[in-house]
């Protein structure tokens, strides 16, 4: 399974755009992209997934160049409520058990 | 989606006993995995519940320690067995599909131990 790095953490204030960038450099041809978003005190939560160029849900817009060897997850205009830790996985396709790196704690701020 | 419970919710043990913690789903699934969260960590994978069959545990953890029961579709146990006060941690169910079908892993909302 491909390694991800992503910032340990990240500070926003609220209205703002926020983009977590992940690197993956390792991934392979059948790998899919995943963002998990956890609360404190609640188990994690799906946010987005994509293959490759750009995926865009009611939450958040996920965008992956070309190589593939990193991804952007972007929060529009966050809330107080944003705030959680973030995780960027990878998982080839068809393939079901997620492995959880470190993920980036986002705080937003009033 | 599917809609997960855990049992207990939270409990403080004593060292060297067993809590055993119950993970329901509202709609069958074929696949329900067992994961650690230790404070202020990530999650660590246990293992995969496989339904009718020995659960299947990652690098690090074993069946004596976790035993793992998965009788149907719908629920699984977790014992940590003989703890410790390393054992504190929030122990988190999570299934893949759910009613309607699809790929997605849903979490439960974790069952909080800690060991005294």
């Known amino acids: 399974l491909a390694k991800t790095t992503q910032p340990i953490s990240m500070d926003s204030y609220e209205g703002q755009e926020v983009n977590i960038t992940c690197s993956h450099n390792?991934?392979?041809?059948?790998?899919?992209i995943t963002w998990y978003q956890q609360f404190p005190s609640q188990g994690p939560r799906f946010i987005i997934q994509?293959?490759?160029t750009k995926v865009t849900n009611e939450v958040a817009s996920l965008f992956i160049p070309a190589d593939r060897k990193s991804s952007t997850l972007s929060l529009p205009r966050v809330s107080l409520s944003d705030t959680a830790v973030y995780y960027c996985?990878?998982?080839?396709?068809?393939?079901?058990?997620?492995?959880f790196g470190a993920g980036t704690r986002l705080a937003v701020h009033p | 989606s599917a809609v997960i419970s855990q049992k207990p919710s939270r409990d403080i043990c004593q060292r060297g006993t067993s809590l055993t913690i119950q993970c329901q789903v509202d709609?069958?699934?074929?696949?329900m995995f067992w994961y650690r969260q230790q404070p202020g960590q990530s999650l660590t994978l246990i293992a995969t519940?496989?339904?009718?069959?020995?659960?299947?545990?990652e690098s690090g953890f074993v069946i004596d320690k976790f035993p793992i029961s998965r009788p149907n579709l719908t629920f699984s146990t977790l014992t940590v067995s003989n703890m410790s006060p390393e054992d504190s941690s929030i122990y988190l169910c999570?299934?893949?599909?759910?009613?309607?079908?699809?790929?997605?892993?849903?979490f439960g909302p974790g069952t909080r131990l800690t060991v005294t």
């Open positions: 996985l990878v998982r080839p396709g068809g393939y079901n058990k997620l492995i």
């Open positions: 709609s069958q699934v074929t696949m």
């Open positions: 994509g293959y490759k």
């Open positions: 390792n991934i392979a041809t059948n790998d899919y």
């Open positions: 519940a496989n339904q009718g069959s020995e659960a299947t545990y």
């Open positions: 999570s299934v893949v599909g759910g009613a309607g079908g699809g790929n997605e892993q849903y």
